[in-house]
Antibody, heavy 125, light 107 residues
Framework: EVQLVESGGGLVQPGGSLRLSCAAS????????MSWVRQAPGKGLEWVSS????????YYAASVKGRFTISRENSKNTLWLQLNSLRVEDTAVYYCAKELRVFLAAKGSNWFDPWGQGTLVTVSS | DIQMTQSPSSLSASVGDRVTITCQASQDISNFLNWYQQKPGKAPKLLIYDASNLETGVPSRFSGSGSGTDFTFTISSLQPADIATYYCQQYDNFPITFGQGTRLEIK
């Protein structure tokens, strides 16, 4: 069974940092691009970042570019999201999700499935 | 960026009703569109991929159609278990974008 488990969320002050982890199991981790998607309380889904299967390419939403860093270690089946210079508006549940494709530039079918259960990041003083 | 305009934002319907949600892309995205269901407190779940393909294990009362800029998601006969928020998602280009969501309630 494919499974994704996030951890690392918590309460942090504005300007602070946090590192989220996503532990993957049940599939060949290096054969899938991975993404982070967040959801502010009571709001919709917002894509945050994606990384290709081999870490060769990454993409970020404009709202987090320069502050967040996505990375992965395929030998450990683990995805990370480093959150720096956090703002109140970064408060959200952060989900990791497995993509169908390996390469982010690949055209053709793609979807996010499955998703992890999410980890809550609260930025507040 | 490709904007995804989803409507309605909320919908109240009776059990057995046919329910339709629309999603309009700001530019041609071919069929690079997915639909997700999110129940309260849970992660989103893939229902429809590539605009019209039903994910394995998803009940056949769910369907999707469209291509280019206009897409439709339909529940043929609403069931109590379908109470959730539904999102469309385009993956034609980065940034990947979602519709605003449609909150579905039972009347």
């Amino acid at each position: 069974e494919v499974q994704l488990v996030e951890s690392g969320g918590g309460l942090v002050q504005p300007g602070g940092s946090l590192r989220l982890s996503c532990a993957a199991s049940g599939f060949t981790f290096s054969s899938s691009a991975m993404s982070w998607v967040r959801q502010a309380p009571g709001k919709g889904l917002e894509w945050v970042s994606s990384v290709s299967g081999g870490s060769g390419s990454t993409y970020y939403a404009a709202s987090v570019k320069g502050r967040f860093t996505i990375s992965r270690e395929n030998s450990k089946n683990t995805l990370w999201l480093q959150l720096n210079s956090l703002r109140v508006e970064d408060t959200a549940v952060y989900y990791c999700a497995k993509e169908l494709r390996v390469f982010l530039a690949a055209k053709g079918s793609n979807w996010f499935d499955p998703w992890g259960q999410g980890t809550l990041v609260t930025v507040s003083s | 960026d490709i904007q995804m305009t989803q409507s309605p934002s909320s919908l109240s319907a009776s059990v057995g009703d046919r329910v339709t949600i629309t999603c309009q892309a700001s530019q041609d995205i071919s069929n690079f569109l997915n639909w997700y269901q999110q129940k309260p407190g849970k992660a989103p779940k893939l229902l429809i991929y590539d605009a019209s393909n039903l994910e394995t294990g998803v009940p056949s009362r769910f369907s999707g159609s469209g291509s280019g800029t206009d897409f439709t998601f339909t529940i043929s006969s609403l069931q109590p278990a379908d109470i959730a928020t539904y999102y469309c998602q385009q993956y034609d280009n980065f940034p990947i974008t979602f519709g605003q969501g449609t909150r579905l309630e039972i009347k």
